[in-house]
């Protein structure tokens, strides 16, 4: 399966996305440094593995991988596009094709906004940018995971 486990999760999401020190994250949870260390190790692991089964699923080159904020850049490699890939909390693994970018249809404003609120999440972007455009802020998104 193409997620990671709830715990594993959140302390991922807590030392990545909220910037949180390791003891802080465990004096929070209640468990040693330790454990959270190990987590984070895996979680990292597990999060690699799942952007190298997406990877060969859509036959694509991997461009850029950022795990510490949970996304990938992929480029496929018979129609040559890039393509977007996010782990979204509680969801798993969502993909945005680059040709494809366009939130105000139906079908593709409910992944915009899961794209948005874990950019959200992982810090890509801060909670308060105030835009209230879906489409100018996931191409805000873009614009920082390509820099």
């Known amino acids: 399966m193409l997620k990671l486990p709830p715990k594993m999760e959140k302390i991922l999401l807590l030392v ?11 004096k929070k949870l209640g468990v040693s440094r330790q454990a959270i260390s190990k987590s984070i190790r895996d979680g990292v692991g597990r999060l690699s593995q799942i952007f190298l089964e997406v990877a060969e699923i859509l036959n694509a080159d991997i ?9 990938a850049i992929f480029k496929d490699r018979q129609l040559n596009i890039k393509i977007y890939v996010f782990y979204i909390p ?36 801060k909670k308060d940018k105030g835009k209230s455009d879906i489409n100018e802020v996931l ?4 614009k ?3 820099a």
């Open 144 to 146: 920082i995971i390509e």
């Open 139 to 142: 191409q805000e998104i873009i």
């Open 16 to 26: 990545h996305g909220e910037g949180l020190r390791e003891v802080d994250v465990a």
């Open 90 to 125: 509680e969801k798993g693994v969502r993909i945005l094709f680059r040709d494809n970018i366009e939130c105000n249809s139906e079908g593709l404003r409910s992944l915009c906004i899961d794209i948005v609120k874990a950019a959200k999440k992982w810090g890509i972007i």
């Open 63 to 71: 461009i850029r991988v950022n795990l510490r904020k949970g996304y």
